[in-house]
Each structure stands twice: as structure tokens, then as C-alpha cells.
């Protein structure tokens, strides 16, 4: 498990960076927090919202 950054330009280097690793593992099911209800963080929640979709 990794420490997640605060801000959300580092978050979402962070996030896709253990997706992909998810990934490359083969994992079935990933869970992700939600990221905070403010301007800076709605591209990825967009991007969460529509990965979960």
C-alpha cells in the first residue's frame, strides 16, 4: 500500500500510477476513496466516476 498525496495534481499521478499497477497485477475489483468535493479534484472524480461506470 501506498501514502496518496494531498493535492490533487500529485494524487492523480499517484492513482494512475497504482491503477496501472492493479492492472498489470491482474487485480478483479479495485476500491478508491473519493477524492474531495472541490474544484480541483473534479477531473478525477470525473475520471473515477466514468473508470466505475
Known sequence: MSVIPHD????ARALYA????CDAAGAKLIVVEA???LPE???IADRLG????
Not at 490533487?8 to 494524487?11: I, K, N, P
Not at 497504482?18 to 499497477?21: D, M, P, Y
Open 50 to 53: 466514468r473508470a466505475a461506470a
Open 8 to 11: 490533487a495534481a500529485a494524487f
Open 35 to 37: 477524492p474531495p468535493d
Open 41 to 43: 479534484w473534479s477531473g
Open 18 to 21: 497504482e491503477l496501472h499497477r
